[in-house]
Nanobody
């Protein structure tokens, strides 16, 4: 599966953004999908993931209550709605897919999009 993330931008603290990950290829429904982020000088960290049918979602504590991951399998698309953004949310956001493995482990994902920059000003 090929992935392309979009929707990043510059937003003030307290604002919202919706990131979109468009997938192409075969068997999108078979993949657990996730969003990761990487701030300058830091390791890539897991943000959220969603199971193949969208029935279960999981969030890092840092975004829980402020973000919602969702997917539309008919449109081969995954979304990350982020609200009440904080300066510490500034990072490049990546969507990723896996067929199996630990949902928060970056090494368990074999398919990655190119990333979209999110910058939150204070």
């Amino acid at each position: 599966v090929q992935l392309q993330a979009s929707g990043g931008g510059l937003v003030q603290a307290g604002g919202s953004l919706r990131l979109t990950c468009a997938a192409s290829g075969h068997s999108f429904r078979s993949y657990t999908m996730a969003w990761f982020r990487q701030a300058p000088g830091k390791e890539r960290e897991w943000v959220a993931s969603i199971t193949q049918n969208g029935g279960s979602t999981y969030y890092a504590d840092s975004v829980k209550g402020r973000s919602t991951i969702s997917r539309n399998n008919a449109k081969y698309t995954v979304y990350l709605q982020m609200n009440n953004l904080k300066p510490e949310d500034t990072a490049v956001y990546y969507c990723a897919g896996q067929l199996a493995g630990t949902r928060y482990d970056v090494n368990a994902y074999g398919y990655w999009g190119q990333g979209t920059q999110v910058t939150v000003s204070s």
